[in-house]
């Protein structure tokens, strides 16, 4: 069975750090591109992040672009999202995914004093 | 970026009756390989989403065939068939030809 386990998440104050993780199982990790996607509370599905297999390639939406890294360890089946000054507006659940496969369950990040 | 336009944002159906769920793009999302890569989500209440339809219409793992999807080049079409209870939530498409990848706006289900 395919499953996206995101860890990490919490309440961080705003211009700190996080850093989320999502483990992967029941399928070849390194064979695939995954992302990073959220939502914010009430709204819909706003992509974040993505990254190759290998990690040759990398792409960030504007809204996290210089703050938001992307990273990947195949050798232990994770996906990474380090999340530096952060802002209210990052305040949403955050998803590891296959576009066209499967979602993680999410992991809540909230940005509050 | 390419928006994707859903609609319509929301439909109140029976059990049985049929649906369609429109979603146009402002590009081609025909990819330099010759595929098109929009997709069909949903997203049951207090569920995080769940593949329906990869590349236009091929069926997700463990989706029943009364999902059907259609479409080319800029303008796409969810189906459903005899819609069951289990179908209600919020259906979106989401393309994964360019970057930023780019999401429809939902579509919300609803049982009458």
């Known amino acids: 069975e395919v499953q996206l386990v995101e860890s990490g998440g919490g309440l961080v104050q705003p211009g700190r750090s996080l850093k989320l993780s999502c483990l992967a199982s029941?399928?070849?990790?390194?064979?695939?591109?995954m992302n990073w996607i959220r939502q914010a509370p009430g709204k819909g599905l706003e992509w974040v992040a993505s990254i190759s297999s290998s990690s040759s390639y990398i792409y960030y939406a504007d809204t996290v672009k210089g703050r938001f890294t992307i990273s990947r360890d195949n050798a232990k089946n994770t996906l990474y999202l380090q999340m530096t000054s952060l802002r209210s507006e990052d305040t949403a659940l955050y998803y590891c995914?296959?576009?066209?496969?499967?979602w993680g369950q999410g992991v809540m990040v909230t940005v509050s004093s | 970026d390419v928006v994707m336009t859903q609609t319509p944002p929301s439909l109140s159906v029976a059990i049985g009756q049929s649906v369609s769920i429109s979603c146009k793009s402002s590009q081609s999302l025909v990819y330099s390989d010759g595929k098109t890569y929009l997709h069909w989500l949903l997203q049951s209440p207090g569920q995080s989403p769940k593949l329906l339809i990869y590349?236009?219409?091929n069926l997700g793992s463990g989706v029943p065939d009364r999902f059907s999807g259609t479409g080319s080049q800029k303008d796409f079409t969810l189906k459903i068939s005899r819609v069951e209870a289990e179908d209600l939530g919020v259906y979106y498409c989401v393309q994964a030809t360019h970057f930023p990848r780019t999401f429809g706006g939902g579509t919300k289900l609803e049982l009458k």
């Open positions: 029941g399928f070849t990790f390194s064979n695939y591109g």
């Open positions: 995914a296959r576009l066209s496969g499967s």
């Open positions: 590349q236009v219409s």
